[in-house]
């Protein structure tokens, strides 16, 4: 009956260490799979992250190209406008282009079209001559249906140096040509054109087209640009 006992005692022992081995298994296996969900759920976490992150990169792309097919669109329309312009400009000066008194030319998304003085301007002064006056009526019935776009009005004289009493008013070329551009200007908007779109420059004697040297270049340099092109932005 004692070694009975005793077995019994024993076959406990080994149940309760075996138990007790068998929960420390459990314990460790469940531990495991804590830090194994915990991993699962940070990776889970980054992935959502990414998803948003992807998501908003996508949105932002959708908006760069939709902002790219506008500005497209506006560059179609502004190269369409001045190709109109252009045509139109040509039917409108057909008498000046055909005498040399202006010349127009299409480059580079800019148009360009170049008045001699003679046509704008007695010499040495910034007052329109009433033959100018008519040219730039028929530059305006062309410029007043152009929107968007920059008209940019620029004189430029010779290097013959300004003196005399002259020189008390325009006491150098610089002020000369912007004189005679913001004289355009002026009566470009009282002939209807938009004055948002117009701007009035002067270049003196320093952009050249010809050689000074000559007066047949010194006549060539001595002129007015009205220049279309697309708005920087």
């Not at 045509?87 to 202006?102: F, G, I, P, T, W």
């Not at 009566?187 to 779109?197: A, E, Q, S, T, Y």
């Amino acid at each position: 009956m004692k070694y009975t006992s005793v077995g019994a005692v024993v076959v406990f022992v080994v149940f309760l260490l075996t138990g007790c081995a068998e929960l420390k298994q459990l314990r460790i296996e469940t531990a495991d799979q804590k830090g194994r969900i915990e991993q699962l759920e940070r990776e889970n976490q980054t992935c959502r992250d990414e998803l948003n992150q992807a998501q908003v990169q996508l949105s932002q792309t959708q908006i760069d190209l939709s902002t790219l097919e506008i500005d497209l669109k506006k560059k179609d329309i502004a190269v369409q406008q001045q190709s109109e312009a252009f045509n139109r400009m040509q039917e409108a000066m057909k008498a000046e282009l055909d005498s040399k008194q202006v010349a127009l030319k299409e480059l580079e998304g800019k148009l360009t079209l170049t008045m001699v003085e003679s046509i704008l301007f007695d010499s040495g002064k910034a007052d329109v001559k009433e033959e100018g006056r008519q040219a730039l009526k028929k530059v305006a019935d062309v410029l007043k249906n152009i929107q968007d776009q920059e008209i940019i009005i620029a004189g430029h004289t010779d290097n013959v140096q300004i003196g005399g009493r002259l020189a008390q008013i325009y006491p150098s070329n610089w002020e000369l040509s912007t004189a005679r551009a913001i004289s355009v200007v002026k009566i470009l908007v009282d002939d209807g054109v938009d004055p948002r779109f117009l701007s009035g420059s002067g270049y003196s004697e320093y952009r050249p087209v010809a050689d000074n040297e000559t007066l047949e270049g010194r006549a060539q340099n001595r002129r007015m640009e009205i220049i279309l092109m697309p708005k920087l932005r």
